[in-house]
């Protein structure tokens, strides 16, 4: 099936240890997301690809990173994890810059110690 | 930017009955509402979306209806099931921006049985 898969589902770093997280998608899709979203609350848009295109939310701290290797792939990079980090990064994907429908994968829950 | 405001935080009701959760949103340029709902630790799903050029839309238990005028946009959910129970977020896309979708913060649906 069509999809989008995130990897790990679960990851733990240490404060201050760079971590990277994995999204790929089967859909073809060209756009991609990413999302912070942290306990009861909204999904938090940090960046998205339009194709090779990135595009940074104003207020995604430095920290937080993003490649697109390919149409495929996308990874989010914390470089110097804080506790405050610690969150559930939801990836997404759209058909197109129309922004219509976004499909959301698992997510990936990070814990910082 | 859009900001999009989602009334109630929660709400109980009995299965069998009806819910209702409600948006406004500021940005009269935005054409694209959809809704989704997640379950705890899952993904958001899409369950319905409606764009700016309709007033309404139904899928078998689940309507929305879209004021533009007022700028407000409703999530209807008859004869309620416990399954039903989850975190229902709205969202707009502004017309400013192809690609990103602003949330509101969330209603947690409750539905007893």
């Known amino acids: 099936d069509a999809m989008v898969i995130q990897n790990p589902r679960y990851q733990v770093t240490q404060f201050g240890k760079p971590v990277t997280l994995s999204c790929s998608q089967t859909l073809n899709h060209n756009v991609m997301y990413w999302y912070q979203q942290k306990s009861s609350q909204a999904p938090k848009l940090l960046f998205h690809?339009?194709?090779?295109?990135?595009?940074n939310e104003a207020d995604t701290p430095d920290n937080f990173q993003s490649r697109r290797p390919n149409t495929s792939f996308c990874f989010l990079d914390i470089r110097s994890p804080g506790l405050g980090d610690a969150a559930m990064y939801l990836c997404?994907?759209?058909?197109?810059?129309?922004?219509?429908?976004?499909?959301f994968g698992p997510g990936t829950r990070l814990t910082v110690l | 930017g859009e900001n999009v405001e989602q009334h109630p935080s929660t709400l109980s009701v009995q299965e069998g009955d009806s819910a209702v959760i409600k948006c406004t949103y500021s940005?009269?340029?935005?054409?694209?509402f959809p809704w989704y709902k997640q379950e705890l630790g899952k993904r958001p799903q899409l369950i319905i979306d409606?764009?700016?050029?309709?007033g309404e839309k139904k899928d078998q238990r689940i309507a929305v209806t879209l004021n533009k005028t007022a700028k407000h946009f409703s999530l209807h959910i008859t004869e309620t099931q416990p399954e039903d129970s989850a975190v229902y977020f709205c969202?707009?896309?502004?017309?400013?921006?192809?690609?990103?979708?602003?949330f509101g913060k969330g209603t947690l649906l409750t539905v007893n049985p």
């Open positions: 997404a994907t759209s058909r197109d810059g129309t922004g219509n429908e976004q499909f």
């Open positions: 409606i764009r700016s050029n309709v």
């Open positions: 969202a707009a896309k502004s017309g400013g921006s192809n690609y990103k979708l602003t």
């Open positions: 940005d009269s340029a935005s054409n694209y």
């Open positions: 690809y339009y194709d090779k295109d990135f595009n």
